[in-house]
């Protein structure tokens, strides 16, 4: 099973060009971030303790 998934989906897009794989990877980041905010909480919570010297927006920025 897990061949058919690398002959269907993996090896189409090894075939790109880097320009082509970069929007891609643009296209699913803004995904990630805008639709799907995986673990936002746990990241935001993560980085203020690691850098409490940090204002909110500087680390709305990092967690970016």
């Given at each position: 099973m897990?061949?058919?998934?690398?002959?269907?989906?993996?090896?189409?897009?090894?075939?790109?060009?880097?320009?082509?794989?970069?929007?891609?990877?643009?296209?699913?980041?803004?995904?990630?971030?805008?639709?799907?905010?995986?673990?936002?909480?746990?990241?935001?919570?993560?980085?203020?303790?690691?850098?409490?010297?940090?204002?909110?927006?500087?680390?709305?920025?990092?967690?970016?």
């Open positions: 897990a061949q058919i998934g690398y002959y269907v989906f993996a090896l189409p897009f090894s075939w790109l060009p880097l320009p082509v794989l970069y929007l891609f990877t643009d296209f699913f980041y803004l995904i990630i971030i805008s639709v799907a905010p995986y673990r936002k909480a746990v990241i935001t919570e993560n980085l203020e303790r690691s850098f409490p010297d940090k204002n909110k927006s500087e680390i709305d920025k990092l967690r970016r």
